[in-house]
């Protein structure tokens, strides 16, 4: 079911059809009545490779997605600007049709649509274009972006109704989940997020060892079932939107290819066994050397939940045998 935040303006305005706005240098948050908002801090971990600017971002949690942080799209470009070239963002709202377009540069269109619970753009590169090269690592420095990507039909679509997530619209802006945004604006870039319920780390490199991630109110509880839900729900999205290994696996949506078994133990309210089945997607049945867990969830005790050599597959196994037997040379 499609929802719509009635929000009060602080400013009076015309309002057309369609409106185009560009975004100022300061932000006001807006009150909803059918859930909380909380304010996290911004831990930046990369602060070699991007300055970035905001220490704070509002997560709001919905009732009816109450184990689900969502974001403000507006807050979170303002928040990390730095890594975005945040002061070339405009917006174009179509009231009629709950359309939310995000520009950068005045082009490079991204359509959130709320009716459709829709999210468009040309390619997947579009997401790309905003985002700052990093100062002393090469992440998405070198990237290369040609116009064989860019077909303004909208050719990229990804459609929120099958993850069980929508695109929240409000007075002039839309709510998408915090993970949906660090997937789809920041991951490939390089940057990465990583949320433990009250702080939000920054990286822009491998994070094996973090142990502040873990210090939060939740490490080591019992997870509630709409949590699980949603942890299956994203991990499916993160694979859809991202993988590239997907031919070469006989999957076109990682749901598909999950048995039933492990969707089981993924949907465990105990955090070592689904981090278990975590741990048997990525290195037995995936078992390819481009894929990896650098964090476990911050629900497990981070002293347990390790990747031994017992978890690997065969790929992986005969990778790590070949690469010891070479160190003996």
């Not at 179509?94 to 619970?117: A, K």
């Not at 990237?143 to 069980?164: K, M, Q, S, W």
């Not at 695109?167 to 997020?193: R, S």
């Amino acid at each position: 079911m499609k929802k719509r935040l009635l929000l009060i303006p602080l400013v009076s305005m015309l309002l057309s059809s369609c409106l185009r706005f560009r975004f100022g240098c300061g932000l006001v948050h807006d009150t909803e009545t059918d859930g909380y908002v909380k304010e996290v801090q911004i831990v930046n971990l990369a602060e070699d490779d991007y300055d970035i600017a905001g220490d704070k971002l509002a997560v709001h949690y919905f009732n009816e997605y109450e184990d689900v942080p969502y974001v403000r799209l507006w807050d979170f470009l303002y928040a990390f600007r730095g890594y975005f070239d945040y002061g070339n963002f405009s917006y174009e709202t179509s009231y009629d049709d709950d359309i939310f377009t995000l520009y950068y540069r005045e082009s490079h269109p991204i359509v959130f649509n709320s009716t459709s619970n829709t999210i468009k753009a040309a390619s997947y590169y579009e997401f790309l274009w905003c985002s700052a090269a990093a100062s002393s690592t090469n992440y998405n420095e070198h990237l290369e972006r040609t116009n064989d990507f860019y077909d303004r039909d909208a050719t990229f679509e990804i459609d929120l109704d099958d993850y069980g997530f929508e695109v929240i619209d409000g007075y002039q802006m839309v709510w998408l989940p915090l993970f949906v945004l660090n997937t789809l604006f920041c991951a490939t870039g390089g940057l990465n997020l990583f949320y433990n319920g009250s702080k939000i780390f920054v990286t822009a490199t491998e994070v094996r060892n973090l142990p502040e991630y873990y210090n939060c109110v939740d490490n080591k509880k019992i997870e509630t079932k709409s949590m699980r839900e949603a942890a299956v729900n994203s991990l499916c999205f993160n694979f859809d939107v991202l993988y590239g290994l997907k031919e070469e696996k006989g999957n076109t949506h990682f749901a598909d290819y999950l048995d039933k078994d492990t969707l089981d133990k993924l949907y465990s309210t105990d955090s070592s066994e689904n981090y278990s089945a975590y741990k048997d997607i990525v290195y037995k049945q995936l078992d390819e050397l481009h894929t990896r867990i650098d964090l476990p969830s911050y629900y497990c005790d981070p002293d347990l939940a390790k990747v031994t050599r017992d978890d690997f597959g065969d790929f992986y196994s005969e990778f790590y045998e070949r690469r010891d037997v070479q160190k003996g040379l």
